[in-house]
């Protein structure tokens, strides 16, 4: 269902191409157009060779990179970028229905990335994710925020597009010469500041995106870290075992180990041990595991560079 706000918005893009839609009847066409992708499809390699110079140079660029980044998130369905618009409609109309609360009239005067022509919708939707949990704007709806940002310049692109595509039109009628002209030059500037915008919004999801990905990179190479620093303390308990312990029975051994190793600094027992159960368990299967390895010819070294899946493997293989 369509929201107050989101006819509004509708309607205020169809009202900036009155002259034409009404001297072109193509009214309807506008309104169900514009913010619904059915002209402008940013999935869509639309720029070839052949129509590429025929829009702001900053545009295509921008709805090019668009495309780009929407591939990566594995978006490939419009409907799903018709979700994000409607996600895109409920972030502002929070933002308007909570200007008070979340101090956004103050940052106004005083937030340089919103000086000096007002706040873009970027800009906008910036200060809201800076202020404001995810969940509280969106509820359960599953959205981030670089899709947020990367529909911001879809949307952006889409009307400056659909303005191109109307003037087009228009300019095949020769009794709207006169209009044609006033509206041209009137969209002169706005194709400047749509550049910007759909530049700004685009650049940001960029940014937040390579910012995501390099969390998730460096979280698995600390993961793989972790993992390394684990094995060690695993050798060191189990050359323990060979030294003192090896004539006790697994669990016993271990007790021991882990009594004996307990302020040992490589010791990391959360690592080794997530569901909370005695730190001296994982020791005694590790030990089981190292017993049944070296009875069927297996040394140390070898042992050390498996993980527990090989050794279980090579114990099968070996059998």
């Known amino acids: 269902m369509i929201s107050e706000e989101q006819k509004k918005a509708r309607l205020m893009a169809a009202d900036r191409l009155e002259v034409f839609a009404k001297a072109l009847e193509i009214e309807e066409e506008i309104k169900g157009s514009i913010y619904n992708f059915q002209t402008y499809n940013p999935l869509e390699d639309f720029y070839s060779r052949k129509n590429i110079f025929k829009f702001p140079k900053y545009l295509v660029n921008a709805s090019l990179r668009c495309r780009e980044l929407f591939s990566k998130l594995g978006v490939r369905d419009i409907e799903y970028l018709r979700y ?13 229905k909570n200007i008070k609360k979340l101090g956004f009239k103050k940052a106004l005067e005083r937030v340089p990335w919103m000086q000096p022509f007002g706040p873009s919708e970027c800009a906008q939707l910036r200060y809201l994710m800076e202020h404001e949990e995810k969940e509280e704007i969106f509820g359960e709806n599953n959205v981030s925020w670089v899709e947020i940002f990367a529909i911001d ?14 003037l087009r039109k228009a300019s095949k009628h020769p009794e709207l010469k006169d209009r044609r002209l006033e509206i041209a030059k009137k969209y002169k500037d706005d194709y400047s500041f749509s550049a910007f915008e759909a530049l700004e919004s685009i650049s940001f999801s960029e940014g937040l995106y390579a ?3 390099a969390i998730v990179n460096n979280t698995k190479k600390a993961g793989i870290a972790s993992q390394s620093k684990e094995r060690l303390f695993l050798m060191k308990c189990l050359k323990l075992y060979e030294k003192s312990y ?20 490589e010791r990391l027992y959360e690592v080794n041990n997530p569901e909370g159960k005695n730190y001296s368990d994982s020791i005694a299967r590790w030990i089981s595991l190292w017993k049944r390895f070296k009875e069927l010819g297996g040394d140390m070294s070898e042992f050390s560079n498996l993980s527990r899946r090989e050794v279980l493997k090579r114990i099968k293989e070996k059998v």
């Not at 949307?155 to 597009?161: F, G, P, V």
């Not at 006790?248 to 190793?261: G, P, R, T, V, W």
């Open 153 to 166: 310049s879809c949307l952006t692109i889409e009307e400056a597009y659909c303005t191109t595509i109307f």
């Open 84 to 96: 994000l618009r409607q996600m895109h409609c409920i972030a502002l109309e929070y933002l308007n």
């Open 246 to 265: 090896k004539n006790l029975s697994n669990s016993k051994a271990a007790k021991l180990i882990d009594l004996e190793l307990k302020d040992d600094p």
């Open 211 to 213: 910012a995501d990905t």
